[in-house]
């Protein structure tokens, strides 16, 4: 059974820096991986995405040039570092991962991916 976990979330100032990991297990291979985000009262929209290689990353437009994504297949890991963080990046992070090809444009969508994380809590005050 696979399983994803989230951790590295947490109570920031604005202006701080959070990096999250995803612990995979369960399987050794995934194709696409990424981070999704749910705000109270909105859809979960997408963060970040990375092909197995690393040479394909995708970044949402709202947080292109603060946050990472990287991952290390050796230890089946995924992270995302969150640097200038403003509070409207408050919300749950999910980590998610494909065991299928993901074509190019499709690492922005939620149906892409058929592993999901339990989330981990992001809080960023003013």
């Known amino acids: 059974q696979v399983q994803l976990v989230e951790s590295g979330g947490g109570l920031v100032q604005a202006g701080g820096s959070l990096r999250l990991s995803c612990a995979a297990s369960?399987?050794?291979?995934?194709?696409?991986m990424a981070w999704f985000r749910q705000a109270p009262g909105k859809e979960r929209e997408f963060v970040a995405a990375?092909?197995?290689?690393?040479?394909?990353?995708y970044y949402a437009d709202s947080v292109k040039g603060r946050f990472t994504i990287s991952r290390d297949n050796a230890k089946n890991t995924l992270y995302l570092q969150m640097n200038s963080l403003k509070p409207e990046d408050t919300a749950v992070y999910y980590c998610?991962?494909?065991?299928?090809?993901?074509?190019?444009?499709?690492?922005?969508?939620?149906?892409?991916?058929?592993?999901w994380g339990q989330g981990t809590q992001v809080t960023v005050s003013s």
């Open positions: 998610a991962a494909s065991g299928r090809v993901v074509l190019v444009g499709n690492y922005y969508y939620t149906r892409s991916y058929d592993y």
């Open positions: 990375i092909s197995r290689s690393g040479g394909n990353i």
């Open positions: 369960g399987r050794t291979f995934f194709y696409g």
